[in-house]
C-alpha cells in the first residue's frame, strides 16, 4: 500500500514516515502520517482531507485484514487505516464499490445503492470502520429482550450456525438482566470463513473466525465462551484499549463470558476455567500499568484480570457484585479509578483497596 496523495480543503503539506516504529501497538507495520497546515486555520471550520491510497491490501500482519477472492474485511489494526490517537470515537459514511456478486455487511446501516455499490452509515459514535464482504453470505435473524440479533455467515454448517445463533441470544438476555440496557442498541454477529486472526467487537457488531463443525463439537465451551466474551463487550467497551485501563474492557467481558458458562454448563466448568486461568497468571506482572503491546498482556487481562474480578464477587457477594457491574456500564465508568471509587461508594473503601492491591499484586 502506498499513499499517492493527501489534499485537504485549506493548504496543507504532509510527511510520512515508515522508518521510526508505529506508535499504535495494534499495527506495528504502519507509518506515522504528519499534516502541517500551512496557512492558521480558524477553531470551528469544518476541514476536510482526501486520502489517495494505491495497491493491493492482500492479507495483512493480524490476519483479519484481508482482501481475496473468498473472503474481504477491513477495519482498524491494518496500515491502510487512517487511525489518530485523539480521534476516540467517530461517525461515517463509506462508499463500496465492489463485484457485483458480493454482498457487503459492516458496521453501521448497510444500503444497496447498485449493482455493486454499497454504502455503510455509521450514526452511533464508534473506534473503527469495518467493511466486509462475500459472494456466499447467509443469514438469520431474531429479537430477544428488544434487543435485535442478526447473523451473517460464510461457510458454515446450518446446525452450527443456529446453535451460535440460540446462544447468542440466550447470552444477550442474561448479560441484558445483569448489566442492564446494550448501550448499542442492536447486535449483528458475522462468522467470517478465515481461521486465523480471531474474533472482535465493536458498538453491537461481533466478528468471529470460521467455525468448524468438527471442532465445534468437541469443544462447545471454548466456542460458547469466545461468543460471550465478544458479546460482553456490547457492554463493555467504555475504557481505552491502548493502555492497561483496557482491563476494564477486556477482563470484564472475559469474566462475563465466564458467568455466562457457569450458567450454562454449571460451576464446576467455571471452576475448571478459573483454575487454568489461575495456572496461567502464575509469574505474570501486575494489571495496573501492563504494556498493552507486551506479549503477557493477554494473559494479564483475560486470565488474571479475571481472578481480580472473582475474587471481588467472592468478597461482596454474587448480588452486590452484579449491582458493581450494572453501575459500572450504566455510568459509563472509563477509568479503573472511576471504577474504584464507584466500588467505595457502594461497598466501601476497604473492599475498594483491597481490590487496588489485587491490580498492583
Ligand atoms: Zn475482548
Given amino acids: 500500500m502506498e499513499i499517492k496523495n493527501i489534499t485537504g480543503s485549506v493548504p496543507i503539506t504532509y510527511q510520512f514516515d515508515v ?31 482526501w486520502f489517495e491510497y494505491e495497491g493491493n491490501i492482500g492479507v495483512t500482519t493480524w490476519e483479519v485484514n484481508r482482501v481475496t477472492p473468498g473472503w474481504v474485511e477491513l477495519g482498524m489494526y491494518a496500515p491502510w487505516f487512517p487511525y489518530s490517537p485523539e480521534l476516540k470515537q467517530f461517525c461515517y459514511d463509506v462508499l463500496v464499490h465492489i463485484d457485483h456478486s458480493y454482498e457487503v455487511v459492516g458496521l453501521g446501516k448497510v444500503e444497496k445503492l447498485g449493482e455493486g455499490l454499497w454504502h455503510i452509515s455509521q450514526k452511533r459514535p464508534s473506534v473503527d470502520m469495518v467493511v466486509t464482504a462475500s459472494n456466499r453470505f447467509c443469514k438469520l435473524r431474531s429479537a430477544e429482550s428488544g434487543l435485535e440479533v442478526e447473523l451473517d455467515y460464510v461457510d458454515v454448517a446450518k446446525w452450527v450456525v443456529e446453535d451460535v445463533f440460540k446462544k447468542g441470544l440466550q447470552v444477550s438476555k442474561w448479560y441484558s438482566e445483569w448489566f442492564g440496557v446494550a448501550s448499542s442498541g442492536d447486535m449483528r454477529i458475522v462468522i467470517t470463513p478465515r481461521t486465523e486472526g480471531g474474533g472482535y467487537t465493536r458498538t453491537g457488531f461481533v466478528v468471529l473466525p470460521h467455525i468448524d463443525a468438527e471442532a465445534y463439537t468437541g469443544q ?10 465478544e458479546c460482553a463487550h456490547l457492554w463493555w467497551a467504555n475504557a481505552p484499549v491502548n493502555s492497561w485501563e483496557d482491563w476494564l474492557n477486556e477482563s470484564f467481558a472475559e469474566y462475563s463470558a465466564l458467568m455466562a458458562v457457569r450458567e450454562l454448563f454449571g460451576t464446576a466448568h467455571f471452576e475448571s476455567i478459573l483454575a487454568k486461568k489461575l495456572e496461567c497468571s502464575e509469574g505474570m506482572p501486575t494489571i495496573r500499568g501492563v504494556e498493552r503491546d507486551d506479549e503477557k498482556a493477554f494473559t494479564v487481562l483475560y486470565d488474571k484480570g479475571c481472578l ?35 466500588v467505595a461508594a457502594e461497598v466501601g473503601s476497604g473492599v475498594a483497596t483491597q481490590l487496588d492491591r489485587m491490580l498492583t499484586n
Wanted: some cysteine.
Fill in 19 to 49: 522508518e521510526q516504529p508505529c506508535s499504535f501497538p495494534f499495527t506495528p507495520d504502519a507509518g506515522t502520517l504528519k499534516i502541517k497546515f500551512t496557512q492558521p486555520v480558524e477553531d470551528d471550520k469544518l476541514l476536510r482531507l
Fill in 308 to 342: 481480580v474480578l472473582y475474587g471481588l464477587e467472592r468478597m461482596v457477594g454474587k448480588e452486590t457484585f452484579l449491582k458493581l457491574l450494572k453501575q459500572t456500564t450504566t455510568q459509563k465508568v472509563s477509568s479503573t479509578e472511576e471504577f474504584l471509587q464507584l
Fill in 220 to 229: 462447545e465451551i471454548r466456542y460458547f465462551s469466545n461468543l460471550a466474551h
